[in-house]
């Protein structure tokens, strides 16, 4: 299968380099042909779904779809997303792009302190979750590693609610009628890979998440990494 990953990562940024690592990995298991765009590299266009299996919209660690300076890239990402959801095109979005879906079709992202979260938190299946072809594998309670202080507010008309934690009802999207899935956490790292992640990101998280600090990536679980096999169940059942 062939699998775009788009990043919203600056062509300096480790990161950026982090998170494809980090996306094999979890996919090593199956037959995968990895293609990479980057919205700071090129503008976002229809061609880039040519030839793709499945799509991946991962996450920024600093930038905000609702950032004016995003504009010029989140109009044409979105114009990307619209083929995706037309054409049935099994899609993921992570964080970023969780929020991107959400606001694309019609909810607010916003900077919320009250609602961003970092480490490694507990995830509560709804019972559409507990239903789904891709979810119903996991237990009705499962963990994941989630950093963020950007969170889509209000669920929109477009998606079902698969899935909350104890701050955010908006933790797990699956569009209406379309194979295309978001969830705020990060299903891409394990917890390892979420306290390097978060020490790349901590600096700049601090300015709006006042939990922000260095000692906070304790708050991630070595080991427990349930969510790791979420994107290549996805792929094994959408593709």
Known sequence: MNVLLIQIRHPNDEMALHEQTCL?????????????????????????????SAMIVGGSGS???????????????????ELALANALPSFGICFGHQLLGYHLGSKVKTETDLAEVGTIPIELTDEGARDPVFGAFAPTFYAHTGHSDS????????????RSDVLETQIFKVIGAPFYSTQFHPDIS?????????????????????????????????????????????????
């Open 24 to 52: 094999k990995r979890r996919a090593h298991r199956l037959d995968v042909e990895w293609s990479f765009k980057n919205v700071f590299g090129e503008q976002p266009c229809s061609g880039w779904l040519d030839g793709i």
């Open 152 to 163: 889509v507010i209000g669920v929109p008309d477009a998606v079902t609610v698969l899935g």
């Open 63 to 81: 930038y905000s779809v609702h950032d004016a300076r995003s504009t010029h890239w989140v109009t044409p990402l979105r114009d990307v997303l």
């Open 191 to 239: 917890g390892e890979e979420a306290r390097l992640r978060y020490m790349a990101y901590q600096n700049g998280l601090a300015e709006s998440t006042p939990m922000a600090r260095p000692e906070e990536r304790e708050r991630y679980t070595v080991g427990q990494d349930e969510s790791n096999q979420l994107l290549p169940r996805f792929l094994e059942v959408l593709t």
